[in-house]
């Protein structure tokens, strides 16, 4: 499958090309909604242009970069382009690799399942066979490289390119089973934004499960093994982050870098919902709300690692759309980076309840942004309020696709169970709610 | 949740909503059109009011003694004019100066892409002169803008005197807050966007200008004057800038309350308000005044030299001096005060294209549509169809007036309806190309993509310009609902014809002189037509109007695709 997938880079980097040199590249670079205080090209620019003049790149608050990217572009500032675009083409394949694995592994745990006679008869057209799973890592690459998100996010040559390929990274090597890549990739991945810490849970689970570890708080190889994962993680993350000191000779970039995500200081509209609720605030409750906010986003771990514990690779997926939709300064290219994942679970079309409408909604929202922006900023017939009505109909529709894949998830893993039509006691049909 | 994750009552609402989907439709279309309709009738709608941040108009004292003077001037505008042949620079400069401004020029031109034969130019050069008054404390900081187009032969003489003499009393008045910047722009609206864009430091459209030596700050508000005669009747107040923006409506507000406190008549479209709106005559009044509007705002153009200064967030209105057949008449002493010191809530009645969402969301299956590729091909062909539409007719022109004798400006007009007519021709074409016939299940597919796309479109036109939206949607949402293959091919085909832009916009142009009261024979129509297609070209390449763009580039394909449907077998 080597030679769709070549075509298909090739495809997508002539066709990122092509916008890099029309005249729509400056647009895009500036539109809000494909860039963020955090990763917008303009800031990069000037903190390279204050590190030349031997002034810290953290002083007058434009750069909110990490010092490795920083002393990255030092050296490639030049072939930025090429940079993001391979970025893009690493996140690609890195995805295609791992849910190839992945696949392969899901087939033999299914295989195992139906010689134990672990099925009920009714629900053998749940199986799935190697045939329809064969195309799925090529789709991943496409909804990934084709996606018109992520276009939009390398033309721009916003830096969340680069933070998507350190977690496709991190995801290819949790599944190969690698821990100490894995850990090394998640440090990287904290260390750019704090938000991935989430994702410790699921690799910890997967790693366990892949060992043959059982998710027992009373047995002590439990947790020997998460003090292992932890030393491996803390100690790369210490050494990135000692390295950091060193390579600019101050403690300038925590503030500047993490107390800026947390803290939320910069209100500049996006497709988030944090900036319109930070910007009516009275400064009294701004602390209580910061910390409701924060909390939100790394809340769900536990409730969702609980429940989804035997199937690990469902839960990073959940848990990187939490991240994209509830960090302080999401942009369309974090959205590229879970809808991605979306071929995985093709098998769960038949329990998709709102597909339909979460599309027809997306789409919607997606057109709508620019022209509520005009109207707003240009025109002056709008305000605020009508684009953040749009924010949060584009994330309440962003929800309802997650939470319709975790229905439709574990409403087959039910039907796995306990067969496919299911009889209340008395005889008659009944049917599964999420409640 | 309980809708979207409850099967049970949700199978009961798509079975009610299936059964009654017909009769949703068609009552939703007519709700939209009745209430569009009833924007028109007076209860509904608030007559002209201040609102409580206006300035109020009884607040400001009214005083313009120098009415023969403004006159005289004029005059010798009107004999300087005839003797340089276009813009009497010089002697505008030194007048300006006599009055106490400081006065500066600009230079510009441009090549039209094509000539522009309504007005007869094609290589424009010319000349701004504008003068500034200081204001005695903070100048500098922002200005107020006054205007008076300079046409050729005998027109707006009128105006630039007044403009002169209005200069002289205000430089004897010393309670200016804002500087007055007196601007006489030559070629109309090229001339005004070469000084905007000189004022602003953009450059959007490609013209070539010298840079503006003085400037007064930010602009806050701009008037244009045009004034062809020495005693009017009434005073038209035009709004309707590019791409159907308006001003304010305060501005239009306070310029009406200061018409009826000095007594003289305000129009607007060319009508007086009435007040008898209970009547059969008296609604279709105030229906024909505001399908005027609807008409010049879904244009797109500007109607006035201050419809560019809206885009720069400038509100701005233009005067025009009507002398009509009326008893009563005012003299320019009178307009003179007037100047020292307008339109609806608009709604939008979307219900239509929502009600075919749903009906697609019910028909459509529930499983992805798996002929992707089948739908991909209609779409791809109507929107190639649509940028050929869009840059063609510039390109070929050349092309075209070799092979034909045809002007430059017909030759443009003809590529373009000959190409809009050729997409026609599509749908057989391409399926011999392709294998064979469509799918049942493939039309289905398009028609729900052509659906969504047209409710999306219709959505983004009607929030920038909402008449513009409001007539695309009347003319192409029954379309849109009852094509299917199966519908009588011959009788459907030329519904579709006639609902398509191209015959919307040829109806509009009879329509529209209809509510002028000029209506005209259909040799003059077809011409007025051709002219209306060769101005909306020019006015995107000039002062980059919208609705060009948007017919060629996404509404004509997104028809195409209707038509797609219909001929799918």
């Excluded at chain 1, 030349?52 to 750069?63: A, C, E, M, N, T």
């Excluded at chain 2, 600009?106 to 010319?126: I, T």
Aim: proline fraction near 5%; aromatic fraction near 14%; charged fraction near 15%.
């Amino acid at each position: 499958m080597a030679a769709p997938l070549t075509l298909l880079v090739i495809l997508s980097v002539t066709i990122r090309a092509v916008l890099y040199r029309s005249s729509l590249a400056e647009v895009i670079s500036e539109r809000v909604e494909v860039v963020s205080p955090l990763t917008a090209w303009k800031r990069v620019v000037e903190g390279l242009a204050l590190l030349d003049l031997g002034v810290s790149p953290y002083s007058g608050d434009v750069f909110h970069e990490t010092p490795l990217i920083i002393y990255l572009f030092h050296f490639v500032v030049d072939y930025a382009e090429i940079t993001f675009m391979l970025a893009d083409v690493i996140t690609a394949v890195a995805l295609y690799m791992a849910v190839m694995d992945y696949n392969k592994q899901v087939f033999r745990k299914q295989k195992y399942a139906l010689e134990a006679d672990r099925y009920p008869l009714d629900c053998l057209e749940l199986i799935r066979s190697p045939k329809e799973m064969y195309y799925i890592p090529l789709k991943v690459a496409m909804f990934y490289l084709l996606n018109p998100f992520t276009i939009l996010s390398c033309v721009a040559k916003s830096t969340c390119g680069l933070n998507n390929a350190v977690i496709a990274l991190f995801i290819l090597t949790t599944i190969k089973g690698n821990v100490l890549l894995s850990a090394i990739f998640l440090s990287l991945a904290t260390y750019q934004s704090i938000y991935p810490l989430t994702l410790c849970a699921p690799a910890l689970l997967y790693l366990m499960q892949r060992q043959f570890i059982p998710v027992n708080f009373r047995r002590v190889s439990f947790w020997w093994f998460i003090a292992q994962y932890a030393f491996m993680y803390l100690g790369s993350l210490f050494v990135i982050v000692g390295l950091s000191f060193f390579l600019l000779g101050s403690w300038d970039y925590v503030p500047s870098v993490y107390g800026f995500i947390l803290s939320v200081p910069d209100l500049t509209p996006n497709i988030g919902l944090f900036w319109y609720f930070f910007a009516e605030m009275f400064e009294h409750f701004r602390l209580f709300f910061l910390c409701v906010f924060q909390i939100n986003v790394f809340f769900y771990t536990i409730p969702l690692s609980i429940k989804l514990k035997e199937h690990p690779v469902f839960l990073i997926f959940m848990q990187l759309a939490v991240i994209s939709i509830f960090k302080s300064y999401p942009t369309v290219g974090d959205i590229a980076l879970y809808m991605a994942f979306l071929p995985v679970w093709s098998h769960l079309h038949r329990f998709l309840r709102n597909i339909f409408l979460v599309s027809c909604v997306l789409l919607a929202c997606s057109a709508l942004f620019p022209v509520l922006w005009h109207l707003w900023i240009y025109a002056g017939s709008a305000n605020s309020n009508f684009y953040y009505a749009i924010t949060l109909l584009f994330n309440v529709a962003q929800i309802l696709l997650v939470s319709d894949y975790f229905y439709a998830f574990l409403r087959r893993e039910h039907h796995l169970s306990y067969g496919l039509y299911l009889k209340r006691k008395d005889g008659s049909e009944a049917t599964l709610v999420l409640k | 949740m309980g809708l979207l994750s409850d099967p049970n009552r949700r199978r009961a609402l798509i079975s009610l909503l299936t059964r009654l989907n017909s009769p949703i439709c068609v009552v939703c279309y007519m709700a939209g059109v009745a209430w569009f309709m009833g924007l028109a009738f007076e209860p509904f709608t608030l007559r002209t009011y201040m609102s409580e941040n206006a300035m109020g108009s009884t607040m400001v004292e009214e005083r313009f003694p120098a009415g023969e003077r403004a006159l005289t001037t004029g005059r010798e505008f009107s004999a300087h004019k005839k003797k340089a042949g276009g813009m009497p620079v010089d002697w505008l400069v030194k007048t300006m100066q006599a009055r106490g401004l400081e006065v500066f020029t600009q230079r510009f031109s441009r090549k039209l892409p094509f000539p522009d034969e309504n007005k007869e130019r094609y290589m424009v050069k010319g000349t701004n002169v504008y003068g500034i008054l200081r204001a005695p404390r903070a100048p500098r900081t922002e200005a107020l803008v006054l205007s008076a187009p300079c046409t050729p032969g005998d027109s707006n003489n009128q105006a630039v005197g007044l403009l002169l003499g209005l200069a002289q009393y205000f430089r004897n008045q010393i309670y200016w807050a804002k500087d007055i910047i007196f601007l006489v722009n030559e070629h109309d609206l090229i001339g005004m966007q070469a000084w905007l864009e000189g004022y602003h430091h953009t450059n959007t459209t490609g013209m070539d200008w010298s840079p503006l030596q003085g400037r007064g700050g930010s602009i806050q508000a701009a008037l244009s004057l045009e004034l062809s005669s020495d005693v009017i009747t009434s005073m038209d107040l035009v709004l309707e800038g590019l791409n159907g923006q308006l001003p304010n409506l305060d501005l239009a507000n306070l310029f009406y309350a200061f018409c009826q406190k000095i007594g003289v008549l305000c129009t607007i479209q060319g009508k007086l308000q009435r007040n008898d709106w209970d009547s059969v005559s008296g609604y279709s009044h105030s229906v024909q005044t505001m399908m005027l509007m609807v008409m010049k705002q879904a244009s797109g153009r500007p109607w006035g030299d201050h419809g560019l200064f809206l885009r720069y967030h400038i509100e701005a209105a233009s005067i025009k001096g009507i002398n009509s057949f009326r008893q009563y008449k005012t003299d320019v002493t009178t307009i003179g005060r007037s100047e020292s010191p307008t339109p609806v809530l608009l709604l939008l009645p979307h219900a239509v294209t929502l009600s075919l969402c749903l009906h697609w969301v019910l028909h459509a299956s529930l499983r992805p549509p798996r002929r992707v590729l089948s739908v991909l091909t209609p779409l791809v062909i109507s929107h190639l169809t649509g940028v050929a539409l869009y840059t063609l007719p510039i390109q070929f022109q050349e092309m075209a007036v070799e092979q034909f004798p045809v002007s430059e400006t017909e030759a443009v007009v003809l590529t373009a309806i000959g190409v809009y007519t050729a997409g026609l021709a599509l749908p057989h074409n391409t399926h011999r190309l392709l294998s064979g016939e469509g799918t049942e299940q493939g039309w289905r597919v398009l028609k729900l993509v052509a659906v969504l796309y047209l409710a999306v479109l219709l959505g983004c036109t009607a929030l920038i310009n909402f008449s513009l939206g409001f007539i695309l949607a009347l003319t192409l949402v029954p379309v849109a609902a009852f094509v299917t293959p199966h519908v009588p091919k011959v009788l459907s085909a030329f519904i579709l014809v006639i609902l398509s832009p191209a015959c919307t916009l040829l109806f509009s142009v009879f329509f529209f002189q209809e509510l002028q009261e000029l209506p005209v024979s259909f040799q003059e129509g077809w011409l007025l037509y051709l002219s209306v297609i060769s101005q909306g070209i020019l006015d995107h390449f000039l002062y980059g109007s919208l609705v060009y763009p948007l017919i060629a580039l996404l509404v004509y394909p997104c028809w195409l695709l209707f038509w797609n449907i219909l001929f799918w077998k």
